[in-house]
């Protein structure tokens, strides 16, 4: 972790002092040990600020659509499941990939406090590091040896691309991590197993959690409109009281603006307040675009056009067939 932090802040400096780029966008460290918070840098004197460690979980690609509106030129640190994103963004035409300098982290998985804060192993943390497949964590009480997966977030436990599939610069050598999960769509098989009452059950009761924050939209890297339809109080779409139904539209309406285009990063998900299950509706639809169209991995080619944004006579209709519940 040292080494790379070292990396960061040398190529940070170098770039920023000799203005190749006019704003970097990277990690600092929060008010906790746990806490890594994205962090913009204009000044040479803040580059000592960038840190890299296990809990650099956040999809900063997101943020190059409000900051290249001030800035020129942009330096951007991502990992495998950001670049997707910025992909994405690309392909948007969001951002100008001109405009931007890439610096490629490959990532070996972030680890989950709240995981962490379940073992009561985050009072008293005094440092935390990898080595392969273990954790070193030390505390007040001593040192411990765990099992890092027992502790990464569930979305980098199914994470297909850890090394950045995009970059301008490679900090370091691509890991040769591989994805835990076996079976992409495990929890989604599991859930269209219900039959059409208990699914109903399912979702009503993860969208009445919803307290309407938009932290989902927010985070997400694809929700890159210039004014979100439920910004628009003239349409009203959305009223100020807790109503079922509004919640539930609410999350339709995303998965469906996203569809094709979510790289399923898992940040919904991640910093959803009420835990909804926002990330297992969006790989619903992933697995019927991969059963339909084939494997399409959004963000991975931004070059590639979208599978819902292309036609062809002999595509599969799925509408011609009645389903119906299980």
Not at 203 to 225: D, G, H, L, M, T
Not at 300 to 322: A, H, I, M, Q, W
């Amino acid at each position: 972790m040292e080494e790379m932090i070292s990396k960061m802040k040398k190529i940070a400096y170098e770039d920023l002092s000799t203005k190749k780029v006019d704003r970097v966008i990277g990690f600092g460290k929060g008010d906790f040990i746990y806490e890594a918070n994205p962090i913009f840098i204009s000044n040479l004197e803040e580059v000592d600020l960038l840190v890299w460690d296990l809990f650099c979980v956040n999809n900063l690609s997101k943020y190059l659509i409000n900051e290249l509106k001030n800035y020129q030129k942009i330096g951007i640190f991502l990992k495998g499941c950001d670049s997707l994103g910025f992909n994405q963004l690309v392909k948007d035409n969001k951002v100008d990939p001109d405009n931007v300098i890439v610096y490629g982290v490959p990532c070996e998985g972030m680890i989950d406090p709240n995981k962490l804060s379940k073992k009561n192993l985050l009072k008293d943390l005094r440092y935390l590091r990898r080595v392969d497949e273990k954790l070193i964590i030390v505390t007040k009480q001593g040192e411990k040896e765990l099992i890092a997966k027992d502790y990464e977030y569930d979305k980098c436990l199914k994470c297909k691309h850890p090394n950045p599939v995009v970059y301008s610069e490679l900090l370091e050598s691509n890991t040769l991590r591989n994805s835990i999960l076996t079976d992409d769509f495990e929890e989604v098989d599991r859930i269209e197993d219900m039959n059409s009452e208990e699914r109903y059950e399912y979702w009503s009761e993860q969208f009445s959690k919803c307290i309407r924050c938009y932290a989902c939209r927010n985070i997400c890297p694809v929700c890159s409109c210039d004014k979100c339809i439920f910004d628009n109080l003239d349409i009203g779409v959305s009223g100020k009281a807790k109503v079922d139904s509004e919640d539930q539209f609410f999350h339709i309406v995303r998965a469906y603006h996203v569809a094709g285009r979510c790289v399923d990063c898992g940040e919904c998900s991640r910093v959803c307040p009420e835990s909804i299950a926002i990330d297992k509706l969006n790989r619903k639809i992933i697995k019927d675009i991969t059963e339909i169209y084939g494997e399409y991995d959004a963000g991975l080619n931004p070059s590639k056009s979208s599978v819902l944004v292309n036609y062809k006579l002999e595509d599969f209709d799925p509408f011609e067939t009645s389903k119906g519940g299980k």
